[in-house]
């Protein structure tokens, strides 16, 4: 409103100067149209000033808004990793209880193991003295081997078991293989050099060197026996040669108790 009306006092007096001719056109003061070019310059100004400013204000809207949308990704970011480290620490936390659960039963464990172990190694012992009388020797080296084992403070309890296995292994193999291997056996009570034959835990027999003497052992007396040299001489002698693979696979022809009804 102040502008319009500024704008009318300027084009009045103009006018009016316009009618008046130009011969007075000379005698007017102009001051009055610079000061109104002044204020319009001035008022353009003002106007440039404001939309400057206008334009940074918007600039810096969107760049706030930017700013904030890049923030927002971020904690949807940071809201995702949350949760995934929260589940972490939930499955950490039940594995720890697990780890603390298994170290109890490790010491309880570990304190019942020396009595185990001679439970187990003691009834192995046991086991050898009643079986069949094949490589007693060598058997006996390595139970006692375990057993020094288990008296060394040396050894880990790990290792201590891992050999009682190892021997629980072996016997438990001898029931399911044959072998053939030169002994000394006492005969009559003379000492005879003689090939043994085992097949599992079922037949152990022996025949001499010069083929002349042939015996089996029995279980039921547990002493040797003579057999029969017409009968089992040459079967005996065969399946020897098939135990050591010197002659193919063939059906063995043994002396075997008949097994008893169980009472």
């Known amino acids: 409103m102040n502008n319009r009306r500024l704008y009318y006092k300027v084009l009045a007096p103009f006018a009016s100067l316009i009618v008046a001719g130009a011969t007075q056109a000379a005698?007017?003061?102009?001051?009055?149209?610079?000061?109104?070019?002044?204020?319009?310059?001035?008022?353009?100004?003002?106007?440039?000033?404001?939309q400057e400013?206008?334009?940074r204000l918007s600039n810096s809207a969107s760049s706030l808004f930017e700013e904030f949308k890049v923030e927002n990704d971020n904690l949807e970011a940071m809201l995702v990793l949350n949760a995934g480290l929260?589940?972490?620490i939930s499955i950490q936390e039940e594995q720890i209880a697990t780890i603390?659960?298994?170290?109890?039963?490790?010491?309880?464990?570990?304190?019942?193991?020396?009595?185990?172990?001679?439970?187990?190694?003691?009834?192995?012992?046991?086991?050898?003295?009643?079986?069949?009388p094949f490589q007693l020797e060598e058997r006996r080296a390595r139970l006692q081997f375990a057993r020094d084992a288990i008296d060394s403070p040396d050894v880990s309890i790990a290792e201590k078991f891992r050999q009682i296995l190892v021997i629980y292994q072996n016997e438990n193999n001898y029931g399911r293989t044959h072998q053939t291997y030169p002994t000394t056996l006492e005969i009559g009570g003379v000492e005879r050099d003689v090939d043994m034959l085992r097949v599992?835990?079922?037949?152990?027999?022996?025949?001499?060197?010069?083929?002349?003497?042939?015996?089996?052992?029995?279980?039921d007396?547990?002493?040797?026996?003579?057999?029969d040299p017409v009968e089992y001489r040459t079967?005996?002698?065969?399946?020897?040669?098939?135990?050591?693979?010197?002659v193919s696979p063939a059906i063995m022809d043994l002396p075997i108790v008949a097994p008893e009804a169980a009472q």
């Open 100 to 132: 603390q659960q298994s170290i109890t039963d490790v010491a309880v464990v570990t304190q019942e193991m020396p009595l185990l172990m001679n439970k187990m190694l003691t009834s192995v012992e046991q086991f050898v003295e009643l079986d069949l």
């Open 200 to 219: 599992g835990r079922i037949a152990l027999v022996y025949q001499t060197k010069d083929r002349t003497m042939t015996g089996a052992w029995d279980q």
């Open 221 to 227: 007396t547990r002493s040797w026996v003579e057999l």
């Open 86 to 88: 929260r589940k972490q």
């Open 235 to 246: 079967a005996i002698q065969r399946a020897i040669s098939v135990s050591s693979g010197l």
């Open 53 to 55: 400013t206008i334009t």
């Open 27 to 50: 005698e007017v003061d102009t001051s009055i149209i610079d000061q109104a070019l002044k204020v319009i310059e001035q008022q353009n100004q003002a106007a440039a000033q404001s």
